[in-house]
């Protein structure tokens, strides 16, 4: 079992910057990717950036690549998302996801997901 708690969301303005946490408790040693997705009213969740357990590898989608970037402290067993450059279009509702033996950014291959935090960004 494994559970992830988010936290770090709010609102800004444009050209802004925040940094998500996902706090992660349990069988965090099951764990071989984890994840940030988005989803935004009446639109699909979508995959925002991945990383192999550990940092070893990371990945991101189009639309985030140069403004967004994820880490872990692998002490603290916490998964970081910070964003720069905040624009509108990232106004969403921001979900961290663990999985267990999948690197993607399909949703549906993660295995657990935390309860989302809101990020909302102003013009």
């Known amino acids: 079992q494994l559970q992830l708690v988010e936290s770090g969301g709010g609102s800004v303005q444009a050209g802004g910057s925040l940094r998500l946490s996902c706090a992660t408790f349990?069988?965090?040693?099951?764990?071989?990717?984890m994840a940030w997705f988005r989803q935004a009213p009446g639109k699909e969740r979508e995959g925002v950036a991945n990383?192999?357990?550990?940092?070893?590898?990371?990945n991101y989608a189009e639309s985030v690549k140069g403004r967004f970037t994820i880490s872990q402290d692998n002490d603290k067993n916490t998964l970081y998302l910070q964003m720069n450059s905040l624009q509108p279009e990232d106004t969403a509702t921001y979900y961290c996801?663990?999985?267990?033996?999948?690197?993607?950014?399909?949703?549906?291959?993660?295995?657990?997901w935390g309860q989302g935090t809101q990020v909302t960004v102003s013009s």
């Open positions: 996801a663990a999985a267990f033996s999948q690197y993607s950014l399909r949703p549906n291959e993660y295995n657990y």
């Open positions: 349990g069988d965090t040693i099951s764990i071989y990717s």
């Open positions: 990383s192999l357990q550990g940092g070893r590898a990371t």
